[in-house]
Every structure is written in structure tokens, then in C-alpha cells.
């Protein structure tokens, strides 16, 4: 067979990880492509080799996806990964049920034989598994090439026709040696040698950005993060300075004075950016709304009446101009951006408005297809100096989606729930309570809205994670479990009514500054992915008061996380800091990895 040229085809059956397989593979100078399931046999036959993504689905639904039994007769290697091993078995006569014990999270794989997949690994790995489904019996030809405690075939195999499947993701950064095992297959079984690099994305991304605009300008809302800031220096070295008008938006929701500290750096790195303060009027917008969705839709609108005024302001005529953002794949992947992905929550920059001017081609996004990490590097490539690009990421809805809000003061009955938690809990020697708050997860590529768990008891960082993975992955009403640190004995939670008031945000940007201070001088900020403060209402121990939850996390591209684990002396002394200096109840510790919690809590 003759390849149109060196690359392998990843084909997205809805999984949030579908563009980060694709990134993976050009991680391995191996171009990438995504192609839809129902890609005709020809397109297919353009690749060295052939991935099957994951899904939100089970291959047993009704209208679940399904691909073209010819693919599997091309003699092209094929791997499938979580629903794409799934598939491979249904596909040729083997059996997929539902499992009894559900997998998010850690696991620990057993190799079985000597599968060219797992060339020059251990036999014992760590992986990540998101599955509530598994392969009960093999398709013929097939062989088990590696198990877990709870999964007897988590990969497998038939060596003769160069096909694979595994149930865990080596795509995410939380399999350590999934990268090793995409390398086995990218190029020891497709054999393909690999040239692909970032300096070449920002080459031919210049070069598509001025066709694209033609004499066009673009607006540009710049937050100051690393994002928005990459997206403006690769706009302006395609299109120059004159051709880019870029503004900074003062929500209100911003950190404690970053508005003033942003515009500093971008002064500093001759940036021509404007300061518009529009706090007030986002307060407006948002007052009494308590939905996390209704929340990041109203900003996101906001965001757009704000440019479609600034344009007839500045008189800007709309024709002439592109709207600019600094998109990058995680935002468009869980506003359900792709063809079939399932919709996790909406990023103010994708919601229905900006999804109108998309398709009416008035949206430029020059780094959209790129993952934080790989934001970093094409920054440094750039030229950007290493105090911006290094910098912890902040969500452009900021401090409005870390202040959980309610319209209640009662919280719903869940005596039967708190009876499976205590039982759970205490099985590993903790007590634990229902918070009467609810949060966005998301477990088996689709989104969840679920009840948050606080444990208490000792501060031990294996057997917290073994709690929190427990408790998520067998009682399905549980999305999220916290650690209590301050106070450790809770007799009694409530819930209050809040909204986002002024004083709740202030109260959030004055912790958030304490602790990040903290966490400098410690030198604890600089071995986190990103530290977010939240602020939920929830009253302890009949305290009329807020609680505080940190939720710093170890991550590489923001489609996993791992809870990070600090050192215990810093974190209970800052607990103890906290309830001394603010008025807030209780500080909790979110020890949720991502699955099935996202990073954010809505």
C-alpha cells in the first residue's frame, strides 16, 4: 500500500481526549489527523496507522457509533482506546458489559506476554482508566496482553493483523508510560519515522492567519494569561501591530489588582492593549444567578455585546474586522466544540453568539488546536519571556465560577447517600458528610452534576486518594470529595443563600491573594499546575458564614489533573492563617483528580 504521507488518523468517536491523542502522536514528530467515523475507506487508507479514541457512550446504545467493519481488512495497525477497545471487540464477535466495580482514575496494569505495544516497559505500570464498561470476552484472534484488579482484559491484542486495544488512556499525562506505548505503536508498528514540529505549526499558522484575514484587522480580548497573550504575538508577527486592536476587559472577577499588573506586562513588552473597566456591569448581569451554566453564558454574551459596542465606538466596521480570541483545544473540547463530543460546560468563548460569528467566518483563534503546554512552548518559541508564559492559568469567566452560589438555604434530603458514604469512608478508617453543594464533574467523557463529599480524619496522602477514588467510583452520586483541614471535627453543615455580591467577591480575592502569597514565599507555587481558591456557601458547625476549598493541581494540557500533594506543615499552617484572618467557616482540601472532577468547580 502507497501513503499519501507519513501520518496516522485518529478517529473521534466524542471523547474529551480525541484532539489530545492527535496531540500525543505530533508529540512524536509524527503528523495527526482527526477524522470523523464515518470517513470513507480511501480517506482511511491515506495512514500509516489508526487510532480509535473514547467516548461518552456505550457501544450497546441505540444510536451509539460505530465504523466501517472494512477498516479492520486494510491491513493498517488500528489501536483502540477506552470506547475504541470497546468497539474493536463488539465490532469482531468478542462481548463488552457493564462493569460492576467502575474505573476513574489510578489503576495498576499487569503486562501479560511480550506485545510489541509494551516494548521496553515494566511489567507493572501505573494508568489512567474513565470506563463504567469493559470487554467481558475477547473477539477471535485476540489475546490479553495486560489486566488490572478490576479489569481482566484492560488490553489486548491480535499480533497477525497489528491490531490493539486498551481500556485505560496512555494519551493522558497520569499514565506515565503512555507515551512509550503510543512511541511502540506510532513507529515500532506503523513504522513511521517522524518530522513534525512546533517551529512548523508557527510557520504554517502565520501563513494560514494572513489568508485567512487578507486585509482584514482583528479585536482581540486579552486577559493577560498566557492564551490570549501567545494568540496577540502571533497575530501581530503575521499581521503586524497596526492590524491588531486589542482590549482588556476589568470583569470584576478578575484577582486582587491583576487588571493593574497585566496591563504592566503588556506595557512592558510593547503590546498596545486597552484598559476598559465593565466590572460593575458584569455584577449586574449576574445577580441572583446561582446555575454554573447560566453563569459562563451570561459573561460569554456579555463578552460579545461589549466587542460589537467597542467596534461601533471606535467605528470599527464589523466587515472589515475579525473577533480574536485566544481558544485554545480544552475550551472547545467540554463546550462540546467537536462534532460528538458531549458538552461538559460552556467557556465564555463558546457560547452561542461567538459559535454564530464562527460559522459566519469572523472569528480568528490562531492557537486552537494546541493544548496549555503546548501554548508554553510555541510562547517560547515566540520569544516571550518565561515569567508570562509560565504563568498558572486563570478561566476567563475568573472568580464568578469559584463562587459557588445558591437561592437556598435548604439543601436536599440525602440520609440514604450519607449511610453509602459512611459506609465507604469507614472502611478506610474515615467519617465522612454529604456538603449540601452540588459540582461539575466529568466521568466517562461526559458531564456530571454531583454531590461533593468532605472526609475526616487523618491527613495521609495515599490513603486520601484511595477514599476519593473509592467513593467516586462506587457511590455514583458523589462527583467530588474534599478534606476537612479546618475545623477538623464537624458536627453540623448547612447551606446559606449567596449570590455574587461584592463582599463575597472581595472576600475571595483577599484569601486568593493571601494564600498565593504564600505559596511564593514557600516556594510551593512553582511545583503547581494551578492553585484555584473557591468559595462555596456552605456553613459549618453553625458558622453564618462561607467555607473555602483549595484545589491545587498537578496537570500537563487541562484534560487531566492530579490533586497535588503539598507538604503538610505549610498546608495545615495556612488553613490555621485562614480561619484566623477571614470570616469564613471552614477550609477544605479538594482531593479530586480529573476524572471524574474537572479542575474548576463549575
Known amino acids: 500500500m502507497v501513503f499519501e504521507r507519513e501520518a496516522i488518523a485518529v478517529v473521534d468517536f466524542g471523547g474529551q481526549y480525541a484532539h489530545l491523542i492527535a496531540r500525543r502522536i505530533r508529540q512524536l514528530h509524527v503528523f495527526s489527523e482527526i477524522l470523523e467515523p464515518d470517513s470513507t475507506i480511501e480517506e482511511f487508507k491515506r495512514f500509516k496507522g489508526i487510532i480509535f479514541s473514547g467516548g461518552p457512550a456505550s457501544v450497546y446504545e441505540k444510536n451509539a457509533l460505530g465504523i466501517n467493519k472494512e477498516v479492520f481488512s486494510l491491513g493498517i495497525p488500528i489501536l483502540g482506546i477506552c470506547y475504541g477497545h470497546q468497539l474493536i471487540a463488539k465490532e ?119 489568508n485567512f484575514a487578507k486585509q482584514k484587522k482583528v479585536f482581540l480580548l486579552a486577559s493577560g494569561g498566557v492564551d490570549s497573550t501567545v494568540a496577540l504575538v502571533l497575530l501581530k508577527k503575521a499581521l503586524g501591530s497596526k492590524k491588531i486592536f486589542a482590549l482588556h476587559i476589568d470583569t470584576g472577577f478578575m484577582r486582587k489588582n491583576e487588571s493593574r499588573e497585566v496591563m504592566s506586562v503588556f506595557s512592558e513588552q510593547g503590546l498596545n492593549v486597552r484598559l476598559l473597566d465593565a466590572s460593575q456591569r458584569y455584577l449586574d448581569s449576574l445577580e ?58 460552556t467557556h465564555h468563548n463558546r457560547v452561542e453568539a461567538i459559535k454564530q460569528m464562527i460559522a459566519e467566518e469572523r472569528v480568528i483563534e490562531p492557537i486552537k488546536e494546541l493544548y496549555k503546554d503546548e501554548v508554553r512552548e510555541l510562547g517560547k518559541e515566540l520569544g516571550l519571556p518565561v515569567k508570562m508564559i509560565a504563568r498558572q492559568p486563570f478561566p476567563g469567566p475568573g472568580l464568578a465560577i469559584r463562587i459557588l452560589c ?136 453553625e458558622k453564618n458564614s462561607d467555607s473555602v476549598v483549595l484545589r491545587p493541581v498537578f496537570s500537563r494540557e487541562a484534560m487531566t489533573a492530579e490533586f497535588a500533594r503539598i507538604e503538610k506543615k505549610f498546608l495545615e499552617k495556612t488553613a490555621k492563617e485562614i480561619m484566623q484572618k477571614f470570616p469564613v467557616s471552614a477550609v477544605f482540601y479538594d482531593i479530586t483528580h480529573k476524572p471524574p472532577g474537572t479542575i474548576e468547580w463549575e
Not at 438555604?409 to 465507604?424: C, F, G, P
Request: glycine share 6%.
Open 288 to 345: 441572583s444567578v446561582f446555575e454554573p451554566e447560566e453563569k459562563r453564558k451570561i459573561i460569554g454574551e456579555l463578552f460579545v455585546k461589549i466587542v460589537n459596542e467597542n467596534l461601533k465606538k471606535l467605528d470599527l466596521d464589523s466587515e472589515n474586522w475579525l473577533l480574536g480570541q485566544g481558544t485554545i483545544y480544552p475550551d472547545t473540547i467540554e463546550s462540546s466544540g467537536t462534532k460528538l463530543a458531549s458538552h461538559i460546560k
Open 92 to 210: 469482531l464477535n468478542g462481548k463488552v458489559e457493564r462493569a460492576n466495580v467502575r474505573e476513574y482514575g489510578i489503576a495498576v496494569l499487569q503486562r501479560k506476554g511480550n506485545s510489541l505495544l509494551f516494548s521496553s516497559l515494566p511489567e507493572s505500570i501505573k494508568v489512567w482508566m474513565s470506563h463504567g464498561d469493559f470487554v467481558s470476552v475477547l473477539p477471535q484472534g485476540f489475546e490479553v496482553i495486560g489486566f488490572t484488579s478490576d479489569c481482566g482484559i484492560a488490553a489486548m491484542a491480535n499480533p497477525e493483523k497489528n491490531i490493539f486495544g486498551l481500556q485505560f488512556h496512555p494519551e493522558v499525562a497520569h499514565t506515565p508510560k503512555g507515551m512509550r506505548i503510543l512511541k511502540n505503536f506510532a513507529l515500532k508498528i506503523c513504522e513511521c519515522k517522524g518530522n513534525w514540529t512546533i517551529k512548523n505549526f508557527a510557520r504554517q499558522k502565520i501563513l494560514e492567519i494572513k
Open 406 to 541: 445558591s437561592e437556598k438555604e435548604k439543601a436536599e434530603e440525602t440520609i440514604e447517600l450519607q449511610k453509602r458514604l459512611e459506609k465507604t469512608a469507614s472502611a478506610q478508617g474515615y467519617k465522612a458528610l454529604v456538603l449540601p453543594v452540588k459540582s461539575v464533574g466529568v466521568q466517562g467523557d461526559a458531564r456530571s452534576y454531583k454531590h461533593v463529599a468532605v472526609i475526616l480524619g487523618k491527613l495521609d496522602w495515599d490513603l486520601l486518594e484511595k477514599v476519593s477514588t473509592g467513593i467516586t467510583n462506587s457511590i455514583s452520586e458523589i462527583g467530588r470529595v474534599v478534606f476537612a483541614l479546618q475545623p477538623e471535627k464537624i458536627n453540623f453543615v448547612s447551606l446559606k443563600k449567596g449570590f455574587l455580591a461584592k463582599e463575597r467577591i472581595l472576600l475571595l480575592q483577599e484569601i486568593d491573594d493571601f494564600v498565593m502569597n504564600k505559596a511564593i514565599k514557600n516556594r510551593v507555587y512553582d511545583k503547581i499546575w494551578q492553585f484555584p481558591i473557591v468559595l462555596i456557601p456552605v456553613s459549618v458547625n
